[in-house]
C-alpha cells in the first residue's frame, strides 16, 4: 500500500470510531422537554506518535424550540439568557447542521466509519444531541446512536475524581470556574482531559501506536 493509501493511523485506534468531545448547554435536564440553548464541538486528531490532540471548535447558540421548558435553576447555573439578541442563535435544525458538517468532514479526513461522542457524563450530552436532531429531522446524525465515553468514569478511574474542574486539576490541565459553563470553555477542557488520559494510558504500554498494533481481524 503507497503512503497516500494509508489509512489515517486514528481510524484503527477507536475500531473506526472518531471520537468528537461535545459539551452542551441547555434549559434543564429533561431532553425531551427542556430546551437545548448552547452546544459545542471538539474534533480530535492524531500525530504520527499516535498522540490524541485538540482540533477545531465549533458553537453553536440554539433558539429553544416551540414549547420548550426553561428552568429558571438551569438558567441561574449558566447565565445564559435565552432572549439576547447578542446571542445570535439559531434554530436547532440550523444549528445542528452547523454542528455536524464539520464533523461528517473530519470523520471522513481520519478515514473513519462513524463519530463516537465523548463528554463529561457523556450520557447527558448524548440525549440532548440526538432529542434536538430528532425534533430538526435530521436523517445524517454523524454519532453513534449509543456508544460513548465518559470523561468521568475515565477521570474516576485515573485521577480519583470525577468533577470536571478537580479532574482536570488534578491532571495539571488549568481550569476557571469563572469560565466554566459555557459550551467551549467545557467541551474544550473535557477534551484536554480525555487525550490526557487517553495519551498517558498509551505511554503505559495499555495500547500501541496505530501503526504497531495488530489487525483487528487476527
Aim: hydrophobic share 40%; aromatic share 8%; proline share 7%.
Amino acid at each position: 500500500m503507497t503512503e497516500e493509501n494509508t489509512p489515517h493511523p486514528m481510524s484503527r485506534r477507536f475500531r473506526g470510531y472518531l471520537p468528537v468531545v461535545v459539551d452542551v448547554e441547555t434549559g434543564g435536564f429533561n431532553p425531551r422537554t427542556d430546551a437545548l440553548l448552547e452546544i459545542a464541538a471538539v474534533l480530535l486528531t492524531m500525530d504520527e506518535d499516535g498522540r490524541l490532540r485538540r482540533a477545531e471548535t465549533v458553537v453553536q447558540h440554539i433558539d429553544p424550540f416551540e414549547g420548550a421548558n426553561l428552568e429558571q435553576s438551569a438558567l441561574d447555573f449558566t447565565g445564559i439568557d435565552p432572549w439576547s439578541p447578542d446571542r445570535e442563535a439559531v434554530p436547532e435544525r440550523e444549528g445542528l447542521s452547523e454542528i455536524f458538517s464539520p464533523i461528517r468532514k473530519a470523520v471522513k479526513a481520519h478515514d473513519c466509519k462513524r463519530a463516537v461522542l465523548v463528554g463529561h457524563n457523556a450520557t447527558f450530552d448524548h440525549s440532548f444531541v440526538f432529542a434536538a436532531a430528532m425534533r430538526a429531522d435530521i436523517k445524517r446524525n454523524p454519532f453513534h446512536p449509543f456508544s460513548t465515553f465518559d470523561t468521568a468514569t475515565l477521570a474516576g478511574l485515573a485521577y480519583g475524581h470525577t468533577v470536571l474542574a478537580q479532574a482536570c486539576k488534578l491532571a495539571g490541565i488549568p481550569f476557571s470556574n469563572k469560565e466554566a459553563h459555557s459550551a467551549a470553555y467545557d467541551a474544550e477542557k473535557t477534551a484536554d482531559l480525555f487525550c490526557g488520559i487517553v495519551n498517558r494510558w498509551q505511554e503505559l504500554g495499555g495500547f500501541p501506536p496505530p501503526a504497531l498494533a495488530e489487525d483487528d481481524d487476527c
